[in-house]
């Protein structure tokens, strides 16, 4: 096939978290933190801590992994150093795409020449992005298939948010929907499903279009669910909403890994998966926001080549069949099949939920129920805090 790789690529992986940092009183956001938290982490953990847009959130970003078991040590260590700085400043760090009750008009932006000019740019548009993700890098070092593998991969995007929803509440209110991160997300510019390229030649004719129009710097202001990284010669796959534990974090990190693989197979064979329009997979990824990856009588996403819903635990058990030669190949068929029991308990959403509703069934109030889901999920967050680790 033209532009065919002559080695298979390194598929490294790669896992970037985004958390809350929450006052330990109140469970309400940190508003504004102290300059010597960033500090303190960065002395333990050097370049793999950052700032994020607003005040009250903290990213890590992990070394480059070359095993589940190594990126699941990655983020043990800075799990657990964020956790433990935090404390220090009667802070913790709590994981999950959206806070329980945090209201977006309260909070303030980082100060900084990157984010002062989306501030700047995007106006109320971006003050309302209290949301946090997870984005997991896979290393595929040719250009060309880079393109070509972003093109076929977007047809799992949904079925991988579907697996990391963990954001049920926005401002104090039940949404309905098991993920109301992208709800936000998708009001920013140059967001939602990738283009589909036929060539690195091409997607960079179109990115240096914007470029030099003076619309954005580089192509890191392309926030797609996936895309190439600006950065590094990897895939950015960015729909995820951020794992309250880390055990689904790494799950989800290694399908991802394998999906690659798998397209990258199919293509060494002379074969590709199929590309479908935007509007189905954007109908997919609706329902993965609305219904995650819960049984029900109106749940499931679409399976193009029946044409009928599907109930998500059976199109995941054709997923784990399909990438099953490449979990086996990395090593991580534990880590992939863990899937299976994200969909038996849920993912973090709906144990949100069903806090928040037994907290409502003992007489709590809704303020109190929704301290109580935030309880939880610190707990949760914290790997040196969880009674099953």
Request: net charge negative; proline share 4%; with cysteine.
């Amino acid at each position: 096939m033209a532009g065919a790789s002559a080695r298979e690529p390194g598929f490294s992986i790669g896992i970037e978290e985004e958390f809350w940092l929450v006052d330990r009183e109140t469970r309400d956001l940190a508003k504004d933190p102290p300059a010597e938290f960033l500090k303190d982490a960065k002395a333990k953990l050097g370049d793999q801590v950052s700032s994020e847009f607003m005040r009250c959130q903290v990213e890590t970003g992990s070394q480059v992994c070359n095993s589940a078991l190594e990126a699941r040590e990655q983020l043990i260590h800075m799990r657990s150093t964020l956790s433990e700085v935090a404390a220090k400043y009667d802070m913790a760090l709590l994981a999950a795409s959206t806070h329980p009750f945090a209201q977006w008009d309260d909070q303030k932006h980082t100060d900084g020449e990157r984010y002062n000019t989306i501030a700047r740019d995007l106006r109320t548009v971006v003050d309302r992005l209290l949301i946090c993700g997870m984005h997991v890098h896979v290393g595929i070092e040719d250009d060309d298939l880079r393109i070509e593998l972003m093109a076929q991969a977007s047809y799992f995007l949904p079925h991988l948010l579907a697996l990391t929803t963990s954001s049920p509440f926005w401002r104090g209110k039940e949404t309905g929907l098991q993920t109301f991160r992208l709800s936000v997300f998708d009001n920013l510019p140059r967001t939602g499903l990738p283009e589909v390229f036929g060539s690195w030649a091409e997607y960079r004719r179109h990115v240096d279009m914007l470029i030099n129009a003076g619309v954005i710097e580089d192509g890191t202001k392309l926030w797609w669910d996936l895309r190439p990284s600006d950065r590094w010669p990897t895939l950015e796959m960015r729909i995820a909403d951020v794992c309250t534990d880390l055990e689904d974090a790494v799950c989800v990190a290694s399908i991802t890994r394998c999906l690659m693989r798998m397209l990258y197979r199919l293509r060494r064979n002379n074969q590709r998966w199929r590309i479908y329009a935007n509007m189905l997979v954007r109908e997919n990824r609706w329902r993965a926001c609305r219904y995650g990856s819960d049984p029900g009588e109106k749940a499931g996403l679409i399976d193009f080549g029946r044409g009928e819903i599907v109930p998500y635990a059976d199109l995941l058990e054709e997923i784990l069949e399909l990438i099953r030669p490449d979990a086996e190949f990395f090593g991580c068929v534990d880590e992939v099949e863990h899937a299976r029991t994200i969909i038996k308990r849920g993912t973090s959403a709906r144990r949100q939920r069903e806090i928040y509703d037994a907290a409502i069934e003992l007489g709590a109030s809704p303020k109190d129920a929704l301290i109580a889901v935030a309880d939880v999920l610190i707990e949760r967050t914290d790997p040196n805090a969880r009674s099953d680790t």
